[in-house]
């Protein structure tokens, strides 16, 4: 299974995801980094996944290629992440046939309606635990 984890700016929420991916699925699963910008790549390739990529190109086109996709939910909103998030990354990614796990943490002036605010930590749990372990064990 091959999961793409997307993110910008610095890349923390990436590496918190793909640390705990690794943690839990170790190399049953191929981990490739997607990030708006080089800095947030080279974070999350330091959190152990096994590949990754910079930039609108590749994210575009490798989204199209994979199983799942995990992100914050700012990925779909173009202009999103300072600007980092192009309407073409944002189109690319909604569109694109895998299954999206999306982070409700977002620094846009964006309320998600009924959805208590959660840090990072319990939402990376909640990730895991109740979505992508089943899913994951049936594939493997």
């Given at each position: ?22 943690e ?12 708006t ?5 080279a974070?999350m ?14 994210i ?7 199983d799942l996709?995990?992100a ?64 994951i064990?049936?594939?493997?």
């Amino acid at each position: 299974m091959r999961i793409c984890v997307i993110d910008g700016q610095g890349g923390g929420i990436g590496s918190a995801i793909i640390k705990k991916l690794k943690e839990v699925f170790d190399e049953s699963v191929e981990i490739i980094a997607l990030g708006t910008n080089a800095i947030a790549t080279a974070q999350m390739l330091k959190a152990r996944a096994n590949r990754g990529a910079s930039g609108e190109n590749a994210i575009v086109r490798m989204v199209s290629q994979t199983d799942l996709v995990v992100a914050p939910i700012g990925i779909v909103m173009a202009h999103a992440m300072m600007g980092e998030v192009t309407p073409r990354i944002a189109e690319a990614v909604a569109a694109c046939p895998a299954k999206k796990f999306l982070i409700p943490l977002t620094q846009e002036k964006v309320e998600i309606v009924g959805l208590p605010p959660t840090p990072l930590p319990p939402l990376v749990e909640t990730l895991i635990k109740k979505h992508l372990k089943e899913l994951i064990s049936e594939d493997v």
